[in-house]
T-cell receptor
Framework: AQSVAQPEDQVNVAEGNPLTVKCTYSVSGNPYLFWYVQYPNRGLQFLLKYITGDNLVKGSYGFEAEFNKSQTSFHLKKPSALVSDSALYFCAVRDGWAGYSTLTFGKGTMLLVSP | KAGVTQTPRYLIKTRGQQVTLSCSPISGHRSVSWYQQTPGQGLQFLFEYFSETQRNKGNFPGRFSGRQFSNSRSEMNVSTLELGDSALYLC????????????????FGPGTRLTVL
């Protein structure tokens, strides 16, 4: 079985400061990892994904994520937070060795960026 | 390219009724997945369709069903509605492939907010 843990329900950061949203995963095979963001009353927007290759993945809106196989983590980062980054962030994993595996989401982390 | 569209955006039903939600995927996408989002349970996978075939099913009762048409559009149906079915129902589409498409990115629609009274 595959699973995702987002240990923080909420992350608070001041505008201009760096932000990190944590994610750890568990899969039997190869992890394919995704980050999504959700604004109020909207669907999920894709930010970035890791499939293979460079452990540092760059995505939309200045976000990046670092894949760490030994720590089974895929933390989302941004060097300088904006108030408009305030939203709900989801990490998701898929097992790359399972032919028709589904996407499993974490519970989500609310990011609040204060002016 | 137009994104994933879902209709209706909002629905209010009473217990015991049934409801049908519709999803139109991004043009060229052949895989459609459905999720239920609630504050308590988060995002839970309902089912996935590829080329009109259900490929995966989540842990939901048989009252939840779906189908996919030849143009890749998908519908999900919930019969005998319960209060606990109140949720945001999200549809996501991806390119899909016969081999499984596990590296595909899923693109989400805005969701249908279902309220059961």
């Amino acid at each position: 079985a595959q699973s995702v843990a987002q240990p923080e329900d909420q992350v608070n950061v001041a505008e201009g400061n760096p932000l990190t949203v944590k994610c750890t995963y568990s899969v039997s095979g190869n992890p394919y990892l995704f980050w999504y963001v959700q604004y109020p009353n909207r669907g999920l927007q894709f930010l970035l994904k890791y499939i293979t290759g460079d452990n540092l993945v760059k995505g939309s809106y200045g976000f990046e994520a670092e894949f760490n196989k030994s720590q089974t983590s895929f933390h989302l980062k941004k060097p300088s937070a904006l108030v408009s980054d305030s939203a709900l962030y989801f990490c998701a994993v898929r097992d790359g060795w399972a032919g028709y595996s589904t996407l499993t989401f974490g519970k989500g982390t609310m990011l609040l960026v204060s002016p | 390219k137009a994104g994933v569209t879902q209709t209706p955006r909002y629905l209010i039903k009473t217990r015991g009724q049934q409801v049908t939600l519709s999803c139109s995927p991004i043009s060229g996408h052949r895989s459609v997945s459905w999720y239920q989002q609630t504050p308590g349970q988060g995002l839970q996978f309902l089912f996935e369709y590829f080329s009109e075939t259900q490929r995966n099913k989540g842990n939901f009762p048989g009252r939840f069903s779906g189908r996919q048409f030849s143009n890749s559009r998908s519908e999900m149906n919930v019969s005998t509605l319960e209060l606990g079915d109140s949720a945001l129902y999200l549809c996501a589409s991806s390119l899909g492939s016969a081999a499984g498409g596990t590296t595909d990115t899923q693109y989400f629609g805005p969701g249908t907010r279902l309220t059961v009274l």
